[in-house]
């Protein structure tokens, strides 16, 4: 078999189509690099199906919370609960630290789940204030967590999005929020 080399300049004159054409033929096959598409089937159904009954359980379960929780409550180990989750934020702060100080594609899962539990605890801090301490944890709140939270968020859609656009048989055609998942 006889293979030819292309040049530079051959690769500079290509157009997009061509060379996300090229690209395609290079890629390793599918079954190479993709999970078994029945292993990919299941994993889905199971999650879009556990998804769906969620929200639809969640929805008369807040109503009936709406209707049958007291104004207030004493919790019992208050404190480690929430001992265990400023543990898990300072986790995924050093994590998203971390990954981020080396470069790696997957601050992306830490900063996105940093900013989100940013956001709740500014809720849970702000509704389970005292009377005197609300203000405290409003400041806190738009000071801080939700700030600091939206960055983290947005810089890991903008990762997500950056890694989308640059990826070679990504068609500039579609949007990065639509783009399908291979498989």
């Not at 500079?12 to 096959?29: F, G, K, N, T, V």
């Not at 004493?74 to 001992?83: E, G, Q």
């Not at 947005?154 to 656009?165: D, E, V």
């Amino acid at each position: 078999m006889t293979v030819s080399k292309l040049s530079d300049q051959e690769i500079a004159a290509m157009s997009d189509d061509e060379r996300r054409a090229l690209i395609r033929r290079l890629q390793p096959p599918p079954e190479r690099v993709l999970p078994r598409p029945e292993v990919v089937r299941v994993h889905r159904r199971v999650r879009l199906t556990l998804m769906v009954a969620g929200c639809l359980g969640l929805i008369p379960w807040i109503v009936y919370l709406g209707f049958s929780l007291p104004a207030e409550y004493h919790a019992r180990n208050w404190s480690l609960a929430w001992i265990g989750y400023d543990i898990m934020l300072v986790l995924l702060m050093a994590s998203t630290a971390y990954l981020g100080w080396k470069r790696r594609v997957m601050v992306l899962l830490p900063a996105f789940a940093t900013g989100i539990l940013l956001l709740v605890d500014a809720w849970f801090d702000i509704v389970t204030a005292d009377a005197g301490d609300v203000w405290v944890s409003v400041g806190t709140a738009v000071l801080a967590e939700i700030p600091l939270a939206g960055l983290q968020i947005s810089g890991a859609i903008m990762l997500l999005r950056f890694l989308i656009m640059a990826h070679p048989l990504h068609d500039p055609a579609v949007s990065p929020f639509r783009t399908r998942l291979p498989f």
